[in-house]
C-alpha cells in the first residue's frame, strides 16, 4: 500500500480528517493545498492530487486506512475525468465528505447543473483570493456540518464477509477469542460494498479482511491473519526447558509458573489462547472473582501475566508429533517445523462433541454452532434460541443468550435439568422470563439450504417429532480430549485422556517403555519428562481451578525432573 498516499500526502501522522483537492494544473493544486494547509493543517491533513484518477486511488487508500474524508474539493475542468465525474465516483466511497467544485466563470452553468448530480455543497470560483474571505468561510461552514455527524476514524481490523458464511465466521471469532478488536461489514450493505472496492476486490472470495495499517488479505488463513494483526507465530528459539502445548487455562498457568520460576518457557497454541475457558460467558466459581468473570477477561489477563514474566505465547502452532530425541523432546508442528525442550507439558484440553443428527455437518456455522456463544450472541437480537445440552456450559449460554433473544429453550435429553447442572445456574434459569426448558428432547434433524431454517424435535418417550422453525442452534453436549496425535506415544484410556503418575503403575508394573529407575511423577505421562494438565488428563476435574491447579503442579514436577530425571 501507500504509493499515491505517499507522494501526494501531506502528512501520514495521527487520525486527522482529510480535505482533499484535485487540480490537473500543478501552480493551483499547490496553492489550493498551501492555503488550506495554512488554516487546517494543525488538525487535518491535506492530500492533494493532479487527477481524478489520482485522487480515486487516494480515497480507496485512505479507506482501507480507516481514514475519515472531510472535505473534496475538484477542479471542474481536468482532461480524462472532469470534477463532476470525479465527485460522482467519490461519493461512492466517501458518501459523508462534503463536495466542493472550483470553476472558472464560464462554467458556472455546468457546476450549477452538478448540485443536483452529485449533491453539489458548494462551488468555488477562481481565483478565490483572499482566501481569508473567500474559501475559509466556505471550508470553515463544511467542516462544521461534516462534524455534526458522527465520524470516528477506524483504527481496527475489519471484516468483510457474508452473515451466513463459515469461513466469515471462523475468522470473526480467531480474532474475538485471540482479543483483536474489529470491525464486522456485510458485503452486501454499501459499508461493506465501499471496502471491497477499495480493496479492488468483486467480493467473490470472502471473507475479506483490511489490517490496521490498510493491508487486505482475501480468506485468509489463520496464520495469514495471526501475522498481519500482530501476534507472534514464530519462536525466538529452537531449544527451551518447557514446551507448553495448549493456551488454556492449563497451558497458560503453567506457562506462567514456569516463566515466573525463571524457566525458558514458550507456550504454544492452535488458535487462539484461552481454550474452552476463553468461549464461556461467565465463570462464576473461579476463586477470587466474586461477582464472576467473563473467560475471555480471565485468560486474556493470564496471556499477559505469562508474556510479562518473560512466557514466548505462539499462536496458530499447530502440534502434531512428539518424540523423544535422547534427552530432549521433540514437538513437531502442522507446518513440519519443530521446537525442542528438556521438558513438555500436555494441555490440549477437549474438543467439542459433534451433533450427529442429519444435517448438523452442513450447517455448521451457519445457524448450527458449538460453544460459540460470545460471538454470535448480538446477531441473536430478538430473535429465538435453542441450546442443546443439560450441564452448566448450556447452562451458562441460556443465561448470556438469554440477554438479547426473544427467547431461549434449552433442549434437554434427561427428564431433567437437577442431575446435570450446577444448582446456582438452575436457579439463576428460573428467575429468566424468556428461558424454558424442554425435557426429554432430541435433536433428530436440521434444515436449512443458506443457512439453518427448521429443526426436527423427538420426544423421547412418545417418539413423537415436532418440526419447528429454527435459526440459531448452540450445542453444548460435551467434549472429547484433543489427544488424537499422541497416538503410540503416551499412554492413554479408553476414551483417549492421557494417563499419568499413579495410573500409570498397574499391580506394581511400570508402563511398557519405561526405562527410569522410579515411578513416573504425579502428572507424568508415560514418556519420561512429558507431563499433562488440565481436561485432557485422564480423570480431570473439567474445571478452570483445577486446570490451572494441574498447570502449576505440572511445573514444580517439571523442576524435579530437570533436578532428578
Ligand atoms: C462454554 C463453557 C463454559 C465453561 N464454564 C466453566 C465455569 O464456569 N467454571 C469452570 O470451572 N469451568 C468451566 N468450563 C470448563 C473449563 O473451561 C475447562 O475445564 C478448562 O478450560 C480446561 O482447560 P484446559 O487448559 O485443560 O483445556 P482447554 O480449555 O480445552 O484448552 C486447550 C487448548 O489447547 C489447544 N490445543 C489443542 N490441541 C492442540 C495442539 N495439538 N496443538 C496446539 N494447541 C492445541 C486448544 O486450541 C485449546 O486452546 C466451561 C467450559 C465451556 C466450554
Redesign the pocket.
Known amino acids: 500500500m501507500g504509493g499515491i498516499l505517499d507522494a501526494v500526502t501531506q502528512s501520514l501522522a495521527g487520525l486527522r480528517p482529510v480535505l482533499l483537492t484535485v487540480d490537473d494544473d500543478p501552480s493551483i493544486s499547490r496553492a489550493v493545498a498551501r492555503d488550506l494547509r495554512r488554516r487546517y493543517g494543525e488538525h487535518h491533513r491535506i492530500v492533494r492530487a493532479e487527477s481524478g484518477e489520482h485522487a480515486l486511488e487516494a480515497l480507496r487508500e485512505l479507506i482501507l486506512r480507516g481514514d475519515q474524508v472531510a472535505v473534496l474539493l475538484a477542479d471542474y475542468r481536468m482532461p480524462g475525468m472532469t470534477g463532476i465525474e470525479f465527485l460522482e465516483q467519490a461519493m461512492d466511497l466517501y458518501p459523508a465528505a462534503r463536495r466542493v467544485l472550483l470553476t472558472a466563470y464560464a462554467d458556472t452553468g455546468a457546476a450549477i447543473d452538478a448540485i443536483n448530480v452529485v449533491d453539489l455543497d458548494h462551488y468555488l470560483l477562481k481565483p478565490w483570493d483572499p482566501p481569508e474571505e473567500k474559501l475559509y468561510p466556505v471550508v470553515d461552514a463544511l467542516l462544521d456540518a461534516w462534524r455534526t455527524a458522527d465520524h470516528t476514524p477506524v483504527t481496527e481490523t475489519r471484516v468483510v464477509g457474508h452473515r451466513w458464511s463459515a469461513r466469515s465466521h471462523e475468522v470473526r471469532d480467531f480474532l474475538a477469542r485471540n482479543q483483536i478488536a474489529y470491525r464486522w461489514y456485510l458485503a452486501d450493505e454499501p459499508d461493506g460494498r465501499r471496502l471491497l472496492d477499495a480493496a479492488g476486490t468483486d467480493g467473490l472470495r470472502l471473507p475479506v479482511v483490511v489490517a490496521p495499517g490498510g493491508e487486505t488479505l482475501i480468506e485468509p488463513s489463520d496464520a495469514e491473519l495471526a501475522e498481519r494483526v500482530g501476534l507472534s507465530t514464530v519462536p525466538s528459539a529452537d531449544f527451551y526447558d518447557v514446551v507448553v ?7 497458560l498457568g503453567a506457562a506462567v509458573y514456569a516463566a515466573s520460576e525463571g524457566l525458558r518457557t514458550v507456550l ?10 476463553g ?2 460467558s ?5 476463586l477470587g472473582f466474586p461477582d464472576g468473570v467473563s ?1 475471555s477477561q480471565l485468560t486474556d489477563r493470564a496471556r499477559r501475566q505469562a508474556t510479562r514474566f518473560g512466557a514466548e505465547v505462539l499462536t496458530t ?4 508429533g512428539l518424540e523423544a530425541n535422547g534427552s530432549a523432546r521433540s514437538v513437531r508442528f502442522a507446518d513440519g517445523s519443530e521446537l525442542h525442550a528438556h521438558a513438555v507439558i500436555l ?4 474438543t467439542y462433541r459433534q451433533l450427529g443428527a442429519p444435517g448438523c455437518g452442513e450447517l455448521t456455522s451457519r445457524g448450527v454452532f458449538y ?1 460459540s ?1 460470545l460471538t454470535e450472541a448480538a446477531n441473536c437480537a430478538n430473535e429465538d434460541v435453542y441450546i442443546v445440552g443439560g450441564a ?2 448450556a447452562g ?2 441460556a443465561v448470556h443468550f438469554a440477554q438479547h433473544a426473544r427467547s431461549v429453550t434449552l433442549l434437554v435429553r434427561g427428564p431433567s435439568l437437577e442431575a446435570s447442572m450446577s444448582h446456582y445456574l438452575i436457579q439463576q434459569i428460573a428467575t429468566l422470563p424468556n428461558v424454558s426448558v424442554r425435557p426429554c428432547t432430541e435433536v433428530v434433524a436440521a434444515h436449512g439450504t443458506e443457512h439453518l431454517d427448521k429443526l426436527e424435535l423427538r420426544h423421547i418417550p412418545s417418539g413423537a417429532v415436532e418440526t419447528i422453525d429454527a435459526s440459531w442452534l448452540f450445542v ?1 453436549i460435551g467434549a472429547s480430549p ?1 489427544t488424537g ?1 499422541l497416538d503410540g506415544v503416551v499412554a492413554r484410556d479408553d476414551a483417549g485422556f492421557v494417563l499419568s503418575g499413579p495410573d500409570l503403575v498397574v499391580d506394581g508394573r511400570r508402563p511398557p517403555g519405561w526405562t527410569l529407575d522410579r515411578d513416573p511423577y504425579h502428572l507424568e505421562t508415560s514418556l519420561p519428562g512429558v507431563f499433562v ?4 488428563r485422564a480423570d ?1 476435574m ?4 483445577s ?1 490451572v491447579g494441574d498447570g502449576a503442579m505440572a511445573v514444580a514436577l517439571v523442576h524435579r525432573y530437570l533436578e532428578k530425571p
Open positions: 502445548i495448549g493456551g488454556g487455562p492449563a497451558g504454544v497454541e492452535r488458535t487462539a489462547t484461552g481454550g474452552q475457558a468461549q464461556s461467565r465463570i462464576e466459581n473461579y473467560g502452532r499447530h502440534a502434531v494441555a490440549t484440553g477437549v460453544g456463544a452448566n456450559s451458562q449460554a453444548f484433543h496425535w494438565a488440565g481436561d485432557a480431570s473439567k474445571r478452570v481451578a486446570a
